[in-house]
């Protein structure tokens, strides 16, 4: 062709690139920032805060500093109020085979705090009209067995729908090391009669969660996980987060067996896919909560669902203190009550353990506080716990607790 026959073709294709990212990302600002509800308007995102080292938080910083040089804390932590970083920091290795250490922007397995992408995700899917959680599960699950009928999906969000547990379930050790489709999943959770009417109890459920899932992808034409990028990780611009396929470049998990901690390689994320599949960083989590709890992810009713106690009236307290809330894929807790000393502002928020990770993120709304710790130890669940609520009760003007409540 020749050169002055036209728009050179490199140039032309150019053009046309930068004008659908252009469009992309206008569509996906778009689909964070549109109305929360007719007449409602939503105020922009913030801007994320650049990614370096904060240590404003003076106690927390020496209870860090004593144990990342220790050993008894590896990991990260992240907290802010509002919109300001007031803690980032990492402690540890990323693998301690190579001495890599970790980077404020690691990956880390997330585990069970993925449930709350999940439960989001059905509750967008709401907001668009695709469906209701009030939908029968057996409306988007085919050859769905008659014990199912009764179950809707919210049964599923909160933790009620009677379906017996993955680890409640005969030969767990071995479904636990074998590598599962989807498919395979459902036909298992097939098998199993229900251990109480739904909505009558709450019994802990990943099984419901995967289930969950499978909803997700028939409303939404899509595979979960990349129903999950274009709905929410592309427009937060949570570059860092998403499905972990075992290529994902997470940091190594470790656990305490005796002797040092023993690396966990084999993490079989395939039979959590929608219950704890997903990995993340410090800051993409923090982009996620100030989306979630600052009403661009959700309608109000939808928030408000997503956040209301779903478990039945006659649930028991927990261990002799009054239960948690139990959302949709969150959990409401004065979590302060567990360390001394206490306090007891309410706290929403997830745990999540797997195969050589243990995290705890935590939302204050009242002093609009965000905790995020994730550990790359299994075995590091006190740690994790404790320093969660330190830092909360740092950053909220409360006595900084120096020990768990036993």
């Known amino acids: ?59 927390l910083k020496g209870q860090l500093d004593r144990w990342g040089g220790s050993g008894q804390f590896t990991g990260g932590v992240l907290v802010a109020r509002g919109d ?89 050790g071995l479904r636990r090391v074998t590598p599962a489709s989807v498919e395979e999943l459902t036909e298992d959770s097939k098998r199993y009669g229900l251990q109480f009417e739904p ?17 997700v992808e028939k409303a939404s034409g899509q ?10 990780f592309d427009p937060l611009g949570m570059a860092d987060t998403g499905y972990d396929d075992g290529f994902s470049d997470v940091v190594m998990g470790y656990a305490n067996l005796g002797g040092p901690p023993s690396p966990q390689p084999n993490a079989n994320l395939s039979i959590i896919f929608a219950a704890g599949a997903l990995y993340s960083t410090l800051d993409d989590l923090l982009a996620w909560n100030r989306a979630l709890h600052g009403g661009h992810l959700l309608s109000p009713e939808s928030y408000r669902q997503m956040i209301a106690d779903h478990a039945p009236e006659d649930t028991p307290d927990e261990r002799g203190s009054p239960r948690r809330l139990w959302g ?62 330190q830092a909360m009760a740092e950053a909220l003007g409360r006595p900084f607790p120096t020990e768990l409540a036993r």
């Open 223 to 232: 595979r979960f996980p990349d129903y999950l990028r274009t709905a929410f």
């Open 199 to 215: 909505g009558t109890k709450v019994r802990y459920n990943n099984a419901g969660y995967n289930l969950l899932g499978v909803v």
């Open 328 to 389: 949709l894929g969150l959990f409401d807790k004065a979590l302060g009550r567990q360390v001394r000393p206490d306090f007891l502002d309410r706290q929403i928020y997830h745990t999540g353990s797997w195969s050589g990770f243990r995290n705890l993120v935590t939302h204050q709304p009242d002093g609009d506080v965000t905790v995020i710790v994730l550990s790359n130890n299994y075995h590091q669940r006190d740690a994790v716990f404790l320093i969660s609520q």
């Open 84 to 172: 300001e970083v007031l803690y980032r920091q990492v402690h540890g290795f990323a693998d301690q085979r190579t001495g890599a250490p970790l980077q404020l922007n690691s990956r880390f397995r997330l585990a069970s705090v993925s449930k709350q992408f999940t439960a989001a995700a059905i509750l967008r899917l709401q907001d668009d009209g695709a469906l209701s959680i009030d939908d029968p599960l057996c409306r988007w699950i085919e050859d769905c067995p008659p014990a199912w009928a009764p179950i809707r999906l919210r049964h599923l969000l909160a933790h009620t729908s009677g379906i017996p547990d993955l680890m409640a379930r005969p030969g767990w």
């Open 1 to 59: 062709m020749p050169r002055r026959a036209g728009n050179h073709p490199r140039l032309t294709f150019g053009l046309l690139a930068i004008v659908a990212a252009v469009a992309a990302a206008a569509i996906a600002w778009a689909s964070l920032n549109r109305p929360a509800a007719p007449g409602v308007a939503v105020d922009p995102l913030p801007p994320r805060p650049p990614v370096v080292v904060v240590e404003a938080l003076p106690q």
